[in-house]
């Protein structure tokens, strides 16, 4: 079955930058595009990028624009995110997800928290 | 920047029927934004109940039904349960792109 398994997580000073990472398992990872979904403690879930199945298109949203890179290895079934200038309000769990057509998402993985605290 | 709408909280009883619903803080929501709909109880992932403005997931039941209602997409729970309490959030792909979740509802049932 599909499983996606984020790790990577942790305490982080602001200013600086973590990666995040996802392995995918149970489907051909380089067919799908894939998300970061994040969601700040008793907050909303927030979209945060997505990376297309080849990696060829990445999109993102204002938020996290020019602070974070998403990116994909296909030979590890890995997602990745890069995040660098980190902010308090960058503080969230991150969920990563598969995109499945047309435009949702069908699974998810656990989440792990990125806390950005001095 | 555009802002995707829902109601903050809704209750309903056991085994009665609830709307919630998704718009935009400017314009209207068709099928054209692909609505999907999320349900997520705490400490959990979420999980996918509707895509496609109105396409069950695999192993939701039928109580949950998702549509267009005036400018807005709707999520119907007819006959709720108790464990339908949680929270939903609905996401619209607003353009190639960009995808954009709503405020989410908490919903009580009660």
């Known amino acids: 079955q599909v499983q996606l398994v984020e790790s990577g997580g942790g305490v982080v000073q602001p200013g600086r930058s973590l990666r995040l990472s996802c392995v995918a398992s149970?489907?051909?990872?380089?067919?799908?595009?894939m998300h970061w979904v994040r969601q700040a403690p008793g907050k909303g879930l927030e979209w945060v990028a997505v990376?297309?199945?080849?990696?060829?298109?990445?999109y993102y949203a204002d938020s996290v624009k020019g602070r974070f890179t998403i990116s994909r290895d296909s030979s590890k079934r890995t997602l990745y995110l890069q995040m660098s200038s980190l902010r308090a309000e960058d503080t969230a769990v991150y969920y990563c997800a598969r995109e499945l057509n047309p435009y949702y998402f069908d699974s998810w993985g656990q989440g792990t928290l990125v806390t950005v605290s001095s | 920047q555009t802002v995707v709408t829902q109601e903050p909280s809704f209750s309903v009883s056991p085994g009665g029927t609830v709307t919630l619903t998704c718009g935009l803080s400017?314009?209207?929501?068709?099928?054209?934004?692909?609505p999907s709909w999320y349900q997520q109880t705490p400490g959990q992932a979420p999980r996918t109940l509707i895509y496609n403005t109105n396409t069950r997931s695999s192993g939701v039941p039928d109580r949950f039904s998702g549509s267009i209602l005036g400018n807005k997409a709707a999520l119907t729970i007819t006959g709720a349960q108790a464990d339908d309490e949680s929270d939903y959030y609905c996401v619209l792909s607003l353009t190639t792109g960009i995808w954009v979740f709503g405020g989410g509802t908490k919903l009580t049932v009660l």
């Open positions: 990376i297309w199945f080849d990696g060829s298109d990445k």
């Open positions: 400017s314009g209207s929501v068709s099928t054209s934004y692909y």
């Open positions: 149970g489907f051909i990872f380089s067919n799908y595009g």
